[in-house]
């Protein structure tokens, strides 16, 4: 922040994305584990105050006559850029002068007859802490950097994995595609079945949908992983026994931007046909519509059933393909900018399992953030508790964002957290 000696305005970054890797591991920070215990933190008022006063700062300088069409340009951006942050930074501060002004006059009615006012300000209270979770919640997500792809429309695939008892894998896939399936329409978004391979006994070995809407990739990015379930299968043995089966499947997501931009040569894929499976009537009997492709080079294989003609599934197996191969590039720049930090893009983590799903006690476990919501069928519904579930995750994603930033930004200047 600050002007150069010669007087050319250098604008700063809120939170440098090259300098910082949302990092999920399985251990929350003691001292951050809420919006509100992180606000209190002495590094995020300083940083919080530095932009306050950059903010002034700026619309001063606006207002001067000397400063020059370029840099109004550029303080004009700066100014748009920090004044949300310092308008919810001043509305915290208000609501906690009222909170603390709430509290001395809590603290002087103590008497019987004044137990209604009591009441009326401890009521009030609580309204306004909501209020400060509320705008601390805001603020950081103003803080927080916007992903490259967080608009972006994705890939989703899911695949069974592999268990002693059968069918609970399969059976698990497919409760949660249609997790998701309902969740896209929770959020109105729009989920266009790319490929469903079902499995002999009524679950779904590998299923993958085209997902398009308002930040999709936003909400999604933390999904992909390894989901585990533990749960007394429905019919056999083991059913009549009580005893528990564990079984894994795997989520991907995939972003896609609009217009992505990889080369493939046709002489690199093996192109297949065969007949789809599934729902279709008895079309799907009768047609070789579906397509296999294989990108030679790679050994990637993306296949698309979805629709009758086999010319139109090609071109939605290709943009799938395009899609994966468009990630390989992004994994790889990131992992040489970030070389040391554990990458959670794209098919991050396959081998870890990031959540539990145990039906015997209806408890569903988001191991990265340490965090156990109840009613397992409302968070396979997939509409609000998923929303709130994935929304825990993203607030998780901001504390630990901004928790870095400010460590790594005391150790560059040489103090300490």
């Known amino acids: 922040v600050g ?26 920070r003691k001292n951050h584990q809420d919006c509100r215990a992180l606000w209190k933190h002495e590094a995020v008022q300083k940083y919080l105050e530095t932009l306050s006063k950059e903010y002034q700062q700026v619309s001063q300088l606006l207002n001067a006559d000397s400063v020059s069409d370029f840099e109004q340009r550029t303080l004009k951006r700066r100014c748009a850029d920090l004044s949300p942050i310092a308008a919810a930074f001043q509305e915290i501060k208000a609501a906690e002068r009222e909170v603390q002004e709430l509290e001395a006059m809590c603290r002087e009615l103590d008497s019987r007859d004044e ?14 802490d909501k209020k400060t979770n509320m705008l601390c919640r805001k603020l950081f997500q103003l803080l927080v950097p916007k992903e490259k792809y967080d608009r972006s429309h994705v890939i989703l695939e899911v695949t069974a994995g592999r268990t002693t008892g059968g069918d609970i894998c399969q059976q698990f896939t497919k409760e949660m595609f249609e997790m998701y399936r309902n ?5 109105r978004w729009t989920f266009d079945v790319v490929n ?16 398009s809407g308002d930040d999709v990739y936003r ?33 991907i997501v995939l972003p896609q931007p609009e217009e992505v931009d ?36 790679t050994g990637l294989v993306v296949e698309c059933q979805q629709e009758r003609s086999q010319q139109m599934n090609k071109e939605i197996a290709l943009r799938t393909l395009r899609a994966k191969l468009y990630q390989q590039v992004i994994e790889k720049q990131l992992s040489q900018e970030q ?9 991050r983590a396959q081998s870890e399992r990031i959540r539990t799903y145990n039906f015997t006690q209806d408890r569903v476990t988001d191991h990265r953030i340490s965090y156990d919501a109840r009613n397992i069928k409302e968070i396979l519904n997939g509409k609000e508790a998923l929303d709130q579930l994935i929304n825990r995750l993203l607030e998780f994603a901001e504390i ?16 300490g957290c």
């Open 3 to 28: 002007l150069h000696k010669s007087g050319f305005w250098r604008p700063k970054s809120l939170l440098d994305t090259d300098r910082l890797t949302l990092s999920f591991n399985s251990r929350c």
């Open 115 to 128: 137990k209604l006012l009591l009441e009326l300000a401890l009521e009030e209270k609580e309204t306004l």
């Open 183 to 187: 969740y896209a329409d929770y959020k």
């Open 196 to 211: 469903y391979t079902p499995a002999e006994i009524g679950g779904l070995h590998h299923a993958a949908a085209h997902i």
């Open 219 to 251: 909400h999604l990015k933390y999904e992909g992983g390894t989901h585990r379930v533990q749960r007394i299968p429905e019919t056999g043995l083991s059913s009549r026994m009580q005893r528990i089966h564990t079984g894994t499947m795997s989520v």
């Open 262 to 297: 990889v080369k493939v040569d046709p002489k690199d894929l093996r192109i297949d046909t065969f007949r789809a499976k599934g729902a279709g009537g008895q079309h799907v009997n009768k047609t070789d519509s579906a397509v296999r492709i294989v990108h030679l080079p």
């Open 339 to 347: 070389s040391a930090r554990k990458l959670q893009l794209g098919t």
């Open 400 to 415: 630990e964002a901004v928790t870095e930033y400010l460590e790594n930004l005391q150790a560059s200047e040489g103090g």
